[in-house]
């Protein structure tokens, strides 16, 4: 079974740039068919899909988020990463990564000064 593992800062000051990393260990983020995507939860709200990359490496951003969002990744150490731009406090939430089946645990961004 794959796991996954979010990990960064848990508070970003606003203006700055969120980067979180997903290390995946029980598979390779390159087997064929796997998006690996991240999503995130605002208090009180529902899950919003961020953007994945595919295990081609090919990426796909949120048009609400594409002009601030970067995924990539490392083969070499099995993850990938978000790179979230100019925050503000409506960036505040729970992130998490995942593939179609298996999900980490999340991690809570807060997004304040």
């Known amino acids: 079974q794959v796991q996954l593992q979010e990990s960064g800062p848990g508070l970003v000051k606003p203006s700055q740039t969120l980067s979180l990393t997903c290390t995946v260990s029980?598979?390779?983020?390159?087997?064929?068919?796997?998006?690996w995507f991240w999503i995130r939860q605002p208090p009180g709200k529902g899950l919003e899909c961020i953007g994945y990359?595919?295990?081609?490496?090919?990426?796909y951003y949120s048009p609400s988020l594409k002009s601030r969002t970067s995924i990539s990744r490392d083969t070499s150490k099995n993850r990938f990463t978000l790179q979230l731009s100019s925050v503000t406090p409506e960036d505040t939430a729970v992130y998490y990564c995942?593939?179609?089946?298996?999900w980490g645990q999340g991690t809570q961004v807060t997004v304040s000064s």
């Open positions: 029980g598979g390779s983020i390159t087997t064929d068919y796997y998006y």
């Open positions: 990359i595919k295990y081609s490496g090919s990426t």
């Open positions: 995942g593939n179609q089946f298996d």
